[in-house]
């Protein structure tokens, strides 16, 4: 049963959604080191570079060149305070090497065999057009959040010599080479290829002449590891001459379609013109040789949120927040023709209407979660605060800095313009752009739609002593769960522990999961043991499991769980069965509903998004109490009432509490719906057969 109440603030869910994904690589050396000391979210390292005077003017006279220059650089934050000489120093980037405050490359390995804290080269970005400095570690932050192998950044303070020619805050940015390759995807000998406007848009489509040497000598597709384009090439032939049954059924063996529609999805949500889509510009393609397919990685994303130039918008200049997901790539600058739906390879894959309908799915949740105001305002702020009073100042203040910009226009641009207006570069504010595009989205798309209601519901990635399969054994298993009223038989489906690798293990057929029942499959590598043992293993060190639908020509992802390190019979999994919040267990469950060892209110949503309070771990078949109030409170109710001497927090007086009747699980559910006016409300609940009260959790 749900009952609609009015409510305000907001609550950070847990929420699973679309974070299915290429797990972080925290179990790389190199990028875990880097991670704990170099791309840090709460401060801003000082960088220091030291190198001959008459170097620092070459590079700055000579912004074109990739002439490297010797220095010194000393990095300094909370955790580290470190030197490293003989390395490499130069300007970087396509069309920001022109601006005053331009983007600086640093080549630990420029001269000599070395990494500095896990890394080979940094990249400092220099954020010249783009007045708040964050839309770039906003939209990096974004896509790895939902999957996408991505970029880390971290905010500099950069001195080199005296401070006087170069001094001010700067984005340091992850560079994209063979290293992070080998952290995301296990290995470092696949084609890379850097992707950009330069000679010709990035649009995959064949250059003329179609040969490898024509690939050779440009500079749109630079290959960065092995020195070959006959992948690269073979990619393109198939996008421009495959039929259109041929291009459905193999468009899955060239690229990893679901990472793939991830990056696109985000780019929509956000308004990022600068990646393949609009401007065809500005992205990766790594082969990785592990699974045989390509993936795309975004890069340069200072063009996002909206962010068309300040004072002279591009010609295609266009509300972004109103943007439609079906005419995105209308229009575009160079990426497409007329009537084309962006570039070929993006125009052919939403052709095919199960594909669009993943980007569909993709763009609602990403701007209902992710990207929602609630979530990645509160990293904007973030940033905010961080940088605030360093913007604008060092050498790069006043009259010498790009545009005119001053400090004032680094406040006001994540507030400011707060409506769309061509006047001002047809740019928004940062958080009133995320606040119209959510609203818009939802109002226009309402929902996704699931394409199967099996999720994956636990994991025990260590079983040493919970259970035993058939044979006797404690494997590790998975268990998928039915959110529906109907038996769905899962013959066809696969399952498999690597994101790329989406057909490793082929459900059997007439593998039936009962309506909201269970199913264990137990992955120890061993399919002679029975039907329902897989060909993979979990690894307790983290991973993930992923469901995708059976279709003999897609790869379209169902569900999935990514887990952390998890210690001997410890469970991961969702709460409640089937829901959107995914924790740490009390205890496995195989095959029986996830529950917490005490009453718990957990929340899924923002506003003003549909908002859903989950009431589990109460008694079944029992009723339940949902008191809401606009403040907390230490409220005990009197001696001589029922459940006398309970304490609250909340003031159980101040509303008619919500009462309702628990399942056979002891769940409850209240919906707060999109559109309510909100006031503000804290909600608490209590067993009424028990007494016991919940955790109070604001809205």
Not at 365 to 392: C, F, M, Q, W
Not at 467 to 474: L, P, V
Not at 563 to 586: C, H
């Amino acid at each position: 049963m749900r009952y609609s109440l009015i409510y305000s603030c907001i609550i950070l869910a847990i929420s699973s959604g679309i974070n299915a994904q290429h797990p972080l690589p925290v179990n790389d050396k190199d990028w875990a080191e880097s991670n704990e000391k170099v791309f840090l979210r709460d401060e801003v390292t000082e960088v220091f570079i030291t190198m001959a005077e008459e170097d620092l003017d070459f590079i700055i006279a000579n912004t074109d060149l990739d002439e490297l220059k010797n220095c010194t650089v000393r990095f300094v934050n909370s955790v580290v305070d470190e030197t490293i000489t003989n390395v490499g120093l130069r300007a970087r980037g396509n069309s920001a090497r022109g601006t005053t405050k331009f983007p600086w490359k640093v080549e630990f390995n420029g001269f000599i065999d070395q990494k500095f804290l896990g890394l080979e080269k940094m990249n400092f970005n220099a954020g010249a057009v783009e007045p708040t400095i964050s839309r770039e570690t906003l939209a990096y932050d974004l896509y790895r959040s939902i999957g996408v192998a991505a970029s880390r950044t971290g905010h500099i303070w950069l001195t080199i010599n005296d401070g006087s020619k170069v001094q001010g805050v700067y984005t340091n940015v992850e560079q994209q080479d063979e290293e992070w390759a080998q952290a995301w995807f296990g290995n470092k000998d696949g084609d890379h290829y850097k992707c950009r406007f330069k000679d010709v848009p990035a649009k995959l489509t064949p250059l003329t002449p179609n040969t490898i040497e024509s690939y050779e000598n440009t500079d749109s597709y630079e290959e960065k590891i092995t020195g070959s384009y006959q992948r690269l090439i073979d990619f393109i032939n198939f996008i421009d001459t495959a039929d259109d049954d041929q291009f459905r059924a193999e468009i899955k063996d060239y690229i990893n379609i679901d990472s793939f529609l991830r990056s696109q999805a985000v780019d929509v949500a956000i308004g990022g013109w600068d990646g393949l889509w609009i401007l065809a510009n500005n992205y990766y393609l790594y082969y990785d040789t592990d699974t045989g397919v390509f993936e795309y990685a975004p890069w340069d994303l200072d063009n996002t949120f909206a962010m068309d130039y300040w004072l002279f918008p591009y010609p295609f200049g266009t509300n972004w927040a109103k943007r439609k997901i079906e005419r995105f790539g209308k229009n575009c600058l160079v990426a497409c023709n007329s009537g084309d739906n962006g570039p070929p390879l993006i125009d052919r894959i939403l052709q095919i209407d199960e594909y669009y309908q993943v980007l569909e799915n993709y763009v609602i949740e990403i701007t209902s979660k992710y990207s929602h105001p609630a979530v990645l305002g509160k990293n904007a702020d973030r940033i905010l605060n961080l940088l605030e009073p360093l913007a604008y100042t060092g050498s790069f203040s006043g009259p010498t800095m790009d545009n005119g910009y001053i400090n004032s226009d680094f406040v006001e641009g994540f507030d400011e313009p707060g409506s769309y207006s061509t006047f001002a570069g047809a740019t928004w504010g940062i958080k009133p752009f995320l606040a119209e595009r959510s609203n818009f989205i939802r109002e226009e798309y309402g929902d996704a739609v699931p394409f199967s209601a099996v999720v994956v519901n636990e994991i025990v990635a260590s079983n040493e002593e919970s259970i035993t399969d058939e044979s006797g054994d404690n494997e590790d298993w998975v268990e998928l769960y039915n959110d529906s009223d109907e038996s769905i038989d899962l013959g066809g489906f696969f399952l498999t522990d690597r994101y790329g690798n989406p057909r490793q293990w082929e459900i059997p057929e007439g593998t039936v999961i009962e309506p909201h029942g269970f199913l264990l499959f137990w992955c120890d590598d061993d399919e002679e043991e029975g039907p329902l043992h897989t060909n993979f293993k979990l690894a307790k060190d983290g991973e993930g499991v992923y469901l995708y639908l059976n279709d003999p020509d897609l790869n379209i992802l169902v569900s999935s769980i990514v887990f952390p390190e998890l210690q001997d019979d410890q469970a991961y999994g969702r709460l409640p069965d089937g829901g959107n919040v995914i924790s740490f267990l009390d205890t496995p469950t195989p095959s029986s509903p996830n529950k917490p060892n005490e009453l718990t209110l957990l929340v899924d949503g923002f506003f003003p998004n549909e908002l859903v309070v989950d009431c589990i771990g109460a008694s079944p078949n029992a009723s339940v109490k949902f008191l809401y109030s606009s403040a907390l409170a230490n409220f005990t109710l009197p001696i001589d009432t029922p459940c006398g001497g309970t304490t609250f927090g909340v003031d159980p007086t101040q509303n008619e509490p919500v009462t309702d009747v628990t399942d056979n699980t002891g769940r409850a559910t209240v919906s707060f719906p999109a559109g309510v006016v909100p006031s503000g409300i804290y909600v608490q609940v209590i067993d009424v057969d028990t007494c016991e009260t919940s955790n109070t959790v604001a809205i």
